[in-house]
């Protein structure tokens, strides 16, 4: 019971810089980026944006803009045709969690996640 407790508690606790929700928008309407690499910063206790590529990057640039050994969130604008031939984009949410990453890191973001997702209205 304390843990279903302590999970409501860190989830609810978790701040959303204003940033992340301007830079999400400008990736959603003005297609200004094509990824946006999100992180915890935990002494603020709120989800901060880190990093952002532009229109013009690529997937491989995407996967190598995220760290190895740490957690993120990241969203990317995929675009891609369909087999009617139309060109179409939807917006990805991640969550990066490598195996190698601490174990409070991987808690902290797994508690995070809906309440920040939530503020990205639109991702998939």
Partial sequence: MAFVLSY????????????????????????????????IDEKQNQV??????????????????LPENDCRYAI???DFVTE????????????????ISRIRAKMLYATSKDRFRRELDGVH
């Fill in 8 to 39: 409501s508690n860190a989830s609810s606790g978790m701040g959303v810089a204003e940033d992340c929700k301007e830079t999400f928008l400008e990736l959603q309407r003005k297609k200004t980026y094509r990824y946006v690499v999100f992180s």
């Fill in 48 to 65: 901060v944006v880190e990093k952002t590529g532009a229109a013009t990057e690529s997937y491989d640039d995407f996967l190598a803009s």
């Fill in 76 to 78: 990317y604008d995929f």
């Fill in 84 to 99: 009617e031939n139309c060109q179409k984009s939807k917006i990805f949410f991640v969550a990066w969690s490598p195996s």
